[in-house]
């Protein structure tokens, strides 16, 4: 009787830390690591223990890969502006010979 009543006390300590310790992390906010401002898409990075303003989106840990898709968004737009800048280069060297397009 008395190996049984210390398995059952030996098992409500156990499951006891165990349920503490899980309700802890769960308790525990997530990191804020930036703030979103929706429609504009801007990207703010709080400091210490700032955190997102209203109107604005917190970003944690598990939206990196979020951030991801964002760079990837950001990488492929910066090579549309350059390829629209080197046509509007060659636009303006095309129009410079016309006498029109370039009143003196």
Request: hydrophobic share 45%.
């Amino acid at each position: 009787m008395k190996v049984a009543n210390r398995f059952s006390l030996i098992a409500a300590v156990l499951a006891a830390v165990i349920c503490s310790s899980a309700l802890e992390a769960v308790a525990q906010p997530e990191a804020i690591i930036g703030c979103v401002k929706p429609g504009t898409g801007l990207l703010r990075i709080p400091s210490g223990g700032e955190g997102c303003k209203a109107g604005e989106t917190p970003l944690g840990f598990n939206d990196l890969p979020l951030l991801v898709a964002l760079r990837d968004q950001v990488q492929l737009l910066q090579r549309a502006v350059t390829s629209l800048q080197q046509e509007l280069d060659s636009v303006k060297a095309c129009t410079d010979i016309v006498p029109e397009c370039n009143p003196e």
